[in-house]
């Protein structure tokens, strides 16, 4: 059974830094896509990152020069660097993870963790 679990989140001040991390397992094969998606009060949720498993990386624009996404393939785990948070930032974050990802930043993705909160405040 594949499971996702978020972990990381928690609440700081604009300017500031989190380490998310998501713990994989369950894949008897590597998705092809594994990515961070975030979803704030009365919006929709939204791509932030994506890791394929060619190592291309992508990234919404609204976050590019200041989040890092990579994947610790002996940890098993999916990580995001938040650098330089923006009020704006105020969401939950989700892990996602498919074997196939037409956009890499879509949200329709076959596995979702249950997310972790992310505070950011003025």
């Known amino acids: 059974q594949v499971q996702l679990v978020e972990s990381g989140g928690g609440s700081v001040q604009a300017g500031g830094s989190l380490r998310l991390s998501c713990a994989a397992s369950?894949?008897?094969?590597?998705?092809?896509?594994m990515g961070w998606f975030r979803q704030a009060p009365g919006k929709e949720r939204e791509g932030v990152a994506t890791?394929?498993?060619?190592?291309?990386?992508i990234y919404a624009d609204s976050v590019k020069g200041r989040f890092i996404v990579w994947k610790d393939d002996g940890k098993g785990t999916l990580n995001l660097q938040m650098n330089g948070l923006k009020s704006g930032a105020t969401a939950m974050y989700y892990c996602a993870a498919d074997f196939q990802c037409l956009d890499a930043l879509g949200t329709v993705r076959k596995y979702w963790g249950q997310g972790t909160q992310v505070t950011v405040s003025p």
């Open positions: 369950g894949f008897t094969y590597s998705p092809y896509c």
């Open positions: 890791v394929l498993s060619t190592g291309t990386t």
